[in-house]
């Protein structure tokens, strides 16, 4: 008897780009929160000195999550990362634009004392920490409604939209979501790593912030429900077959994508904890209780995170040119050989990566003060 089936590896990796995915959006997400607010939180150059010194030494480490769930869809899942990357093409630059802002913002913003400068670079790193917010939600929403692609008789893949397609009203309010939902993550961890002005700030940020966050995504679980088409699996080929993304049939119905929460009940755990875990965070963070609600609001990012994933599942990229050609987590995946290999080298590393990632926040934690930079006033970001 075999140690893992394809059907089984299918499934794991499923699995394991969600907690990757999850893992960005807690861990870099946070950070992106705190760059969002850093114009409006700091009314001095050493209070944003101090925002700024809260993320400093963290988030490289963070953004190895993106990386690591950018190489897991290449690897787990090429179809989806060749589709994806060529059709939405100019929005991940976009992307990649704003994210080069973070190291030279970070490195050299308070290299000179000019104010002009260091404004410059302040509003750099806001754009670095928005724009990958908002355009992650925006190509979340468009995944609900479906892509333009269609693969020929050849598996050749062919994008027919654009880049303005995609800001369709739908997928706006999604990056809404997004945005609202990390910059109240970013403004919980101000509150539990700063103390005095800053921290008030950043408490009153909180509560507005996560209000945006709740409404938006009531509002867009309801346009999911009762305003767009989702897609089903009516016919597939073996699960342990050689790949093939044509070997299936689809059908399209008006709140398809809730089927799931009817056939899987279970399932309506992971919108209810997008709810509750940021009601809970809000609600630690109005009583200053910081620790359990960064927790709160982390458990609000995979609940959201697990909705969109629950509610497609089996669907990765729905196409809405060719439903046939949607691509499937059985379908778009690679090899068996490919997929258990890069499962065991998972066994083994994440438990490190986790391990040491809690050792570098436990070494680093404490909050960074105005004293704190005028101490180490050359030393620091």
């Not at 590896?9 to 999850?22: R, Y």
């Not at 509610?311 to 690679?334: G, K, N, Q």
Request: net charge neutral; charged share 10%; aromatic share 16%.
């Amino acid at each position: 008897m075999e140690l893992f089936n394809y059907e089984f590896l299918k499934l794991t990796w499923w699995l394991f780009v969600g907690i990757l995915l999850i893992g960005f959006a807690v861990m870099d997400g946070f950070d992106m929160g705190v760059a969002a607010w850093l114009p409006f939180l700091g009314k001095t150059d050493d209070e944003r000195r101090v925002i700024i010194n809260t993320v400093g030494p963290v988030w490289e480490g963070n953004q190895t999550w993106l990386i690591t769930a950018g190489g897991a869809i290449f690897a787990a899942w090429p179809l989806v990362y060749a589709a994806a990357f060529s059709g939405m093409y100019i929005a991940l630059l976009l992307v990649l634009f704003a994210l080069f802002f973070r190291p030279v913002g970070f490195d050299y913003r308070s290299k000179l004392t000019n104010a002009s400068w260091r404004s410059t670079w302040d509003w750099a790193l806001f754009a670095g920490g928005v724009i990958p917010s908002l355009v992650f939600g925006v190509a979340f929403g468009n995944l609900l409604l479906g892509l333009p692609f269609h693969y020929d008789e050849t598996l050749r893949s062919f994008y027919t939209g654009s880049f303005w397609d995609l800001l369709n009203p739908f997928a706006l309010l999604c990056g809404v979501v997004s945005l609202s939902m990390l910059m109240t993550h970013g403004a919980i961890y101000l509150q539990l790593r700063t103390d005095a002005h800053v921290q008030a700030r950043a408490k009153k940020a909180a509560q507005w912030m996560g209000l945006v966050f709740i409404i938006s995504f009531a509002v867009a679980g309801l346009w999911v429900a009762y305003g767009i088409d989702g897609y089903i699996l009516t016919s597939h080929q073996d699960f342990n077959a050689a790949l093939n993304p044509l070997s299936k049939t689809v059908s399209i119905s008006s709140g398809a994508w809730l089927n799931n929460y009817q056939s899987y009940p279970w399932m309506m755990a992971a919108p209810l904890i997008g709810f509750l875990g940021m009601m809970f965070a809000l609600l630690n963070a109005k009583f200053k209780n910081e620790g359990l609600a960064f927790i709160g609001s982390s458990l609000s990012i995979a609940g959201v995170i697990l909705t969109a994933g629950f509610s497609m599942f089996p669907f990765v990229m729905p196409s809405a040119t060719d439903p046939v050609s949607s691509l499937t987590m059985w379908d778009a995946v690679s090899s068996k050989k490919t997929m258990g290999i890069m499962l065991v080298v998972t066994l083994i590393f994440l438990p490190l990566i986790l391990f040491y990632t809690s050792w570098v926040f436990s070494v680093l934690r404490g909050k960074v003060t105005l004293q704190t930079i005028q101490d180490h006033t050359n030393s620091m970001y």
